[in-house]
């Protein structure tokens, strides 16, 4: 994308301002690492928004609020009781993006191979939309992937942070990316929350995205987890029901019956980790 | 000024300067225009990490940043790490470890290994692989360049100071 202008607002305020006056010839720029791959033909003025206190991680009761500005890299590094969201921050990309592509970033366009929608979605995460009053509007995940969400943002509105529920106990975290390389995008993502209760599982969050058009949660996938004992054999049995919620397209080098497998799989997996996670894991 | 040129002023390598820059060039573009050559054009997209530097404490890429993201901050490239007569402590280990073939990735990798020693206490391999998923080599398969590494984040560890200029990998 060609860069016409910089410009550093010093405030949220006057952020908004600016990206709303500009319309659709601003954009808002906090890694940036997207932005040099995006097509566009007008040149646009980027509009830095890492100068405006939005990068921290802090606990504020029952949810672990993320500045929108705040690198992938220390949210990896981030580790204490009750918190997830390191092991998908871990597997993005490489160290020197993580360094600089922020939480915001992977969300407020959402590209089909992200991986964070999906975490967010399974997480039941609620995102807090800058609108420029004195509340900021907190946007429910399942609402705000509901459609690509830059399209909320072209007022000039601007995402100020997530927060994610601080999980409870026997509640239980897993997300698994499959991707060819380390660094690669992935080929199929999914993330798992589960509540445990009395050796049951009391309620399932679980979701996908990659090898499908557009992150989404998997409904048929929860239903079949409820009240169920969580076994290696109901999460079998509940992934194998993706395919009603999603259907997966092939992709370069892999059919699309590869790509459902490979998803099954990993769904699994994901509900595995969550379980464990749900009964004391503490990494 | 010629139209659509921008200045940016931020502490290279120790020192405060300010360049004539565009909106849209990147800070890798810029450096090499000043005549900073050791940080390397690889992929340009990212991926091989031939143009790591450093930002406020961090490993980044010089080619995925725009120059205009640099005002302010504190940048350092391999010019401030060592010279080709008095090379830094991760150089020497790398030459001694015949882990520098073609060398095109080098000045990457003893950036973000730089990144890693300020930053981390702990330099285990978990630790390091971290720090090191950003930098590819296509001559070595990196075992040589893992040896030297851990050479010098074992003296680390080890509270040891690093041999003299005069050692072996110095002599060239």
Redesign the interface.
């Known amino acids: 994308m ?5 410009v ?1 607002p010093s405030t949220l305020k006057e952020a908004r301002a600016v990206l709303r006056e500009l319309g659709p010839k601003g954009m808002p ?1 906090a890694g ?2 997207a ?3 995006m097509r566009g033909r007008t ?1 646009v ?2 509009v ?1 928004i ?1 100068r405006l206190g939005l990068s921290y991680i802090r606990r504020e009761g029952d949810f672990f609020e993320i500045g929108a500005a705040t ?1 992938l ?1 220390d949210i ?1 590094r981030r580790r204490g009781p009750r918190w997830a969201m390191h092991e998908i921050c ?1 597997r993005i ?5 993580r ?2 592509s922020t939480i915001g970033g992977n969300i407020c366009r959402v590209f089909p191979w992200a991986d964070l929608p999906v975490v967010l979605l399974a997480m039941n995460a609620r995102m807090l939309v800058y609108t420029g009053g004195k509340k900021r509007a907190e946007v429910p995940a399942d609402d705000f992937f509901a459609s690509q969400p830059a399209g909320r943002f072209a007022g000039g509105d601007i995402l100020a942070a997530v927060r994610i529920p601080v999980l409870k106990a026997h509640h239980g975290f897993g997300s698994v990316k499959a991707s060819r390389t ?2 690669a995008f992935s080929l199929v993502t999914v993330a798992a929350l589960l509540e445990l209760e009395g050796g049951r599982i009391a309620s399932a969050r679980v979701a996908a995205g990659s090898a499908i058009p557009f992150p989404k949660r998997l409904r048929s996938v929860e239903a079949a987890l409820a009240g169920r004992e969580p076994s290696a054999e109901t999460f079998r049995a509940a992934a194998a029901l993706a395919a009603g919620d999603a259907r997966w397209i092939g992709q370069e080098g892999m059919s699309a019956d590869y790509v459902r497998e490979l998803a099954e799989v990993s769904l699994t997996d994901a509900l595995a980790r969550a379980a464990e996670f749900a009964r004391g894991r503490n990494d | 000024m010629r139209k ?1 040129t ?1 200045s940016v002023s931020f502490t290279l390598n120790g020192e405060k300067k300010t360049f004539a820059t565009r ?2 060039e ?1 800070l890798l573009d810029l450096l090499r225009r000043e005549g900073y050559r050791g940080s390397k054009y690889g992929c340009g ?3 091989c ?1 031939a143009c ?1 530097v450093i ?1 406020d404490g ?4 010089g080619c ?3 120059a ?2 640099a ?1 302010g901050r504190e940048i350092r490239t391999i010019e401030s790490v060592g010279t080709f007569e008095r090379p830094g402590e991760v150089q020497n280990e790398l030459a001694a470890a015949g882990a520098v073939q073609c060398g095109y990735c080098i000045p990457g990798i003893v950036m ?1 290994a730089t990144a890693l020693m300020e930053s981390e206490k702990d330099l285990s391999d978990e630790i390091a692989r ?5 930098n590819l080599c296509r001559c070595t398969g990196y075992e040589k360049i893992w040896l030297a590494l851990r050479r010098v984040f074992d003296r680390r560890a080890g509270g040891s100071p690093a041999p003299g200029r005069s050692g072996k990998g110095a002599k060239k």
Do not use: C, W
């Open positions: 060609k860069l016409r202008e910089f550093r720029l940036g690492t932005l040099h791959f040149p003025t980027a830095d890492t690198p890299a990896q871990r990309s490489t160290h020197q993006i360094n600089v380390a660094a | 659509g921008r909106p849209d990147k997209q990212g991926t990490g790591t930002m961090r490993a980044v890429y995925l940043l725009y205009m993201q005002e973000s971290e720090y090191m998923d950003g």
